[in-house]
């Protein structure tokens, strides 16, 4: 593995000896694995949990990371090729990436979709155009359709709680302020059905995943021994399931129009996670969310605060997941 950029990538043993390295890693500590090796780190965008768990995870290695954050206490980089760079951004991607990539053993970009044009954030033209310009291992610490580093450690979470491999996993479409990016949602379906999950995507209406996502899931879930579906009606979709993931998106029928994707969304606040959600599913039906998560608008209170809430095992498990691709990646460079 040279580099960490998609999950659904790899071969599913691949997937298994990560998650198996992650265990290890958790009992038997490696405080000095990676002794003498840095990590870059690029945020496009805020973080909490990526940022924090990725630094913690080369710490607990014996390595070292530095931080980047464009605008913030460093040049905002300008993206775009042939861009004329009269405005607020005083260096190109161009020069930044080589010389970070100079400073380091590998390098973890964040960069979240435009939100714009769906063709162009399902190709990861952003991402991409950065992955070009870097010839040291990176890691996908969110792209505009994936979140590698989450669906690792979602997997890892889904095996300590004891769920069967074919278990029935929904993700489910919960409400928010405005349009989130599809990367979460993209990843955990593929996750689930690289699995082997019987997996079923509940959404209203204007927010189906894009076409190649399920076919792609759709793939890997048979060569799994899984399912994807994929409905609006949320009696059938929860009746059964052991795994209720929950997230945000936005809509897909008006992706990019703001004022659109709005006005859909004002009569789906309904759409939220309570106790009730659990009456139909498996008795030990448990929660997953990837958070940051608005408590009482996606999930209540009441459901975050009680017995089926797995999200902050989930967080939790980004650092041995993490540890487990940066031994991964470096280790044995
Ligand atoms: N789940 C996740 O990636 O959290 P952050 O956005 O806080 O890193």
Redesign the pocket.
């Known amino acids: 593995m040279r580099d960490f950029l998609d999950l659904g990538a790899l071969p599913r043993a691949e997937v298994l000896e990560l998650l198996a390295l992650a265990r290890r890693l958790q009992e038997r500590p490696e405080p000095a694995a990676l002794a003498g090796r840095i990590l870059g780190l690029l945020f496009f965008n ?6 924090a768990s990725m630094q913690a995870a080369m710490a607990r290695l014996g390595g070292q990371s530095f931080v980047i954050t464009p605008g913030s206490g460093s040049w905002q980089l300008e993206t775009r090729a042939g861009a004329v760079m009269a405005g607020a951004a005083a260096e190109h991607i161009r020069e930044a990436i080589p010389v970070l990539e100079s400073y380091c053993d590998a390098l973890g970009v964040r960069a979240f979709a435009e939100g714009r044009d769906l063709a162009a954030d399902l190709a990861e033209r952003g991402f991409t155009a950065i992955a070009d310009l870097c010839h040291k291992p990176l890691i996908n610490l ?1 792209s505009a359709m994936n ?1 590698p580093c ?1 669906a690792l450690a979602d997997w890892k979470t889904i095996d300590e709680l004891g769920v069967p491999r074919q278990a029935k996993f929904v993700l489910a479409w919960v409400n928010h302020p405005r349009a989130l990016p599809l990367a ?1 949602p993209a990843a955990a379906l593929t996750m689930a059905a690289q699995r082997g999950m019987q997996v079923v995507v509940l959404r209203p209406p204007g927010f189906a995943m894009p076409a190649p996502l399920l076919q792609r899931a759709g793939a890997l879930a048979a060569a799994a021994g899984g399912s994807v579906t994929e409905t609006d009606d949320r009696a059938a979709a929860l009746a059964g399931a052991q795994v209720l993931y929950a997230k945000e998106w936005g809509s897909t029928a008006h992706y990019g129009d703001a004022e659109a994707d709005t006005r859909l969304r004002a009569a789906l606040g309904d759409w939220m996670v309570r106790d009730s959600c659990f009456a139909t599913t498996a008795p030990d039906c448990r929660l997953l969310h ?3 998560v608005r408590r009482n608008v996606a999930v209540a209170d009441e459901v975050l605060d009680g017995p089926r809430s797995a999200v902050r095992q989930e967080a939790a498990n980004r650092l041995y997941a993490q540890m487990a691709v940066l031994h991964r990646l470096l280790a044995t460079r």
């Open positions: 805020p973080s909490l949990r990526t940022l969110e979140h989450q979460v990837c958070l940051p």
